[in-house]
């Protein structure tokens, strides 16, 4: 069973202040996805990463895919009260086929006015 | 921007009863997903579904849940005899095709067992 952690599991910082939010395994994955989802909706997709060493960036959000494919991170710069909410990733384990999620143990951020 | 839609958005059953949790996929979407998420807990993976057939199912699909793709359009998840445990979010999830494409997501079904 591949699993992936993320951590923390829970964060609170001012607004203003930059954070990372880790995702790791020690299976490799052909992809990663980061999604983030609100109360009562489903999973937003934000990124998705597929080289081993990939940076992503999406506004103040950066995202990075580790050399080995087993780990990612989100870098939140300058982070607002807008950008609290659930973060998810979620690996393939393959690009062939009708392949599944999974998810990891998400990261609830709280950004403080 | 085309969604995935579900319905309803909540539903109460009592326990036993059978439940059929609908989605409609993003149209020209042919690989079709259910997730599950129990209140405080990650996201399951439950079932993925390629032409007409099952091509994946997990630990947690067993005898009690089937899908239908029955038109062309609606994709349904069907939990027969219902369980407390059942209850949770239930997700579907549609992609056009594989090879890095992003799964999207509906809002889900909220499914509470009485």
């Known amino acids: 069973t591949q699993l992936l952690e993320q951590s923390p599991q829970f964060l609170s910082i001012q607004e203003g202040e930059n954070l990372t939010v880790y995702c790791n395994s020690s299976s490799v994955f052909s992809s990663l996805q980061w999604y983030r989802q609100e109360p009562g909706e489903g999973p937003v997709l934000l990124v998705t990463v597929v080289t081993g060493g990939e940076v992503k960036k999406l506004k103040r959000l950066t995202f990075q895919f580790g050399d080995a494919r087993k780990d990612s991170s989100l870098h939140i710069t300058a982070a607002q009260p807008g950008d609290t909410g659930l973060y998810l990733c979620a690996g393939e384990r393959s690009n062939f086929g009708n392949e599944k999620l999974t998810f990891g143990t998400g990261t609830r951020l709280t950004i403080i006015p | 921007e085309p969604e995935v839609t579900q319905t309803p958005s909540h539903q109460v059953t009592q326990m036993g009863q059978e439940v059929i949790l609908r989605c409609v996929p993003i149209?020209?979407?042919?690989?079709f997903y259910w997730y599950r998420q129990i209140l405080g807990q990650k996201v399951e993976f439950l079932v993925s579904?390629?032409?007409?057939?099952?091509?994946?199912k997990s630990e947690i699909f067993d005898d009690q849940f089937s899908v239908e793709r029955p038109d062309g359009s609606n994709f349904t998840l069907k939990i027969r005899s219902t369980k407390l445990e059942d209850s949770a979010m239930y997700f579907c999830a549609s992609r056009d095709s594989f090879g890095n494409q992003p799964q999207h997501f509906g809002d889900g079904t909220r499914l509470s067992i009485l």
């Open positions: 579904f390629y032409n007409n057939e099952i091509s994946e």
């Open positions: 149209s020209n979407h042919l690989y």
